[in-house]
């Protein structure tokens, strides 16, 4: 009897090494990656600076604040959704190159390794995320200070990046080749993206007469991702977004469990790979 509590404390120190192996190896992967940070910085710094310029004088009226600190949450999730997808890229890679073999092997739990990856993933993408925001404020924009409300913004942030991370390994089951990622991405991360509230508010679209484009913001989860951080911000209701992007981050990760169960998804890839 008193050899399995003892067997079980050697089991969750092997489980939480094996996380802190496989997040530490992300985050060495990425300090080398100077490029990958710049590019993560630079995309939503020239949509703030540039386009918020452009729009601020028309969007400012209807939106009653300036147009600059409406956007910053949608481009808070710009950079995880970026993140996000980059981790599928990541995931298939490694499957060629034959890391991930070597990973899903180790004597653990196949969804507790993925959880692992998916940890390293939520957790770039935050910092990545966080990297934008501190630049936002010193390019002079004011977004509100409350402390509390700062901390509803983080956990809706990280929220996000789980989700966000969780449907990158849900289509790098999908991806069968490198060749094919940048196709997939762009019926992915252009739709997702620009068919949300990002950029721009949903009662706009209704409003406008644009019900097709209202319809499918309205069941985007980005959209429920964007929102929770913005409304967070403000301390204002999130209504049912945190359970949209929660409900959502479940789906997604059990479903990219199911497809990396060797009986299914990765295991028949890996196996019509090596015939």
């Given at each position: 009897?008193?050899?399995?509590?003892?067997?079980?404390?050697?089991?969750?120190?092997?489980?939480?090494?094996?996380?802190?192996?496989?997040?530490?190896?992300?985050?060495?992967?990425?300090?080398?990656?100077?490029?990958?940070?710049?590019?993560?910085?630079?995309?939503?710094?020239?949509?703030?600076?540039?386009?918020?310029?452009?729009?601020?004088?028309?969007?400012?009226?209807?939106?009653?604040?300036?147009?600059?600190?409406?956007i910053?949450?949608?481009?808070?999730?710009?950079?995880?959704?970026?993140?996000g997808?980059?981790?599928?890229?990541?995931?298939?890679?490694?499957r060629?190159?034959?890391?991930?073999?070597?990973?899903l092997?180790?004597?653990?739990?196949?969804?507790?390794?993925?959880?692992?990856k998916?940890?390293?993933?939520?957790?770039?993408?935050?910092?990545q995320?966080?990297?934008?925001?501190?630049?936002?404020?010193?390019?002079?924009?004011?977004?509100?200070?409350?402390?509390?409300?700062?901390?509803?913004a983080?956990?809706?942030?990280?929220?996000a990046?789980?989700?966000?991370?969780?449907?990158?390994?849900?289509?790098?089951?999908?991806?069968?080749?490198?060749?094919?990622?940048?196709?997939?991405?762009?019926?992915?991360?252009?739709?997702?993206?620009?068919?949300?509230?990002?950029?721009?508010?949903?009662?706009?679209l209704?409003?406008?007469?644009?019900?097709?484009?209202?319809?499918?913001a309205?069941?985007?989860?980005?959209?429920h991702?964007?929102?929770?951080?913005?409304?967070?911000?403000?301390?204002?209701?999130?209504?049912?977004?945190?359970?949209?992007?929660?409900?959502?981050?479940?789906?997604?990760?059990?479903?990219?469990c199911?497809?990396?169960?060797?009986?299914?998804?990765?295991?028949?890839?890996?196996?019509?790979?090596?015939?």
């Open positions: 009897m008193s050899g399995k509590p003892a067997v079980a404390r050697r089991g969750a120190a092997h489980a939480l090494q094996a996380l802190r192996a496989v997040v530490l190896r992300e985050l060495l992967k990425f300090s080398q990656q100077t490029g990958r940070l710049l590019s993560a910085l630079v995309r939503p710094l020239l949509w703030l600076a540039v386009f918020a310029a452009g729009f601020r004088r028309v969007a400012d009226a209807s939106l009653q604040q300036p147009y600059d600190v409406y910053v949450p949608g481009l808070v999730g710009m950079v995880l959704l970026f993140n997808m980059q981790s599928s890229l990541s995931m298939v890679y490694d060629e190159m034959g890391l991930m073999r070597l990973l092997t180790a004597p653990l739990p196949r969804p507790w390794l993925l959880f692992c998916l940890c390293a993933t939520a957790l770039l993408s935050a910092l995320a966080l990297a934008f925001v501190a630049l936002a404020l010193l390019i002079g924009t004011a977004l509100p200070g409350d402390w509390a409300h700062g901390l509803h983080l956990l809706a942030l990280l929220a990046a789980l989700m966000l991370g969780a449907l990158g390994l849900l289509l790098s089951v999908h991806i069968k080749q490198l060749e094919n990622f940048a196709g997939t991405m762009n019926f992915v991360i252009f739709p997702m993206y620009f068919l949300s509230t990002a950029l721009y508010p949903l009662q706009q209704q409003a406008s007469g644009a019900q097709w484009i209202y319809q499918v309205r069941l985007n989860p980005f959209t991702a964007v929102e929770w951080m913005r409304l967070a911000l403000y301390g204002q209701d999130p209504g049912n977004a945190p359970w949209v992007v929660l409900g959502c981050l479940a789906l997604f990760f059990t479903l990219a199911w497809g990396y169960d060797p009986q299914r998804g990765f295991g028949q890839l890996a196996k019509r790979g090596g015939g």
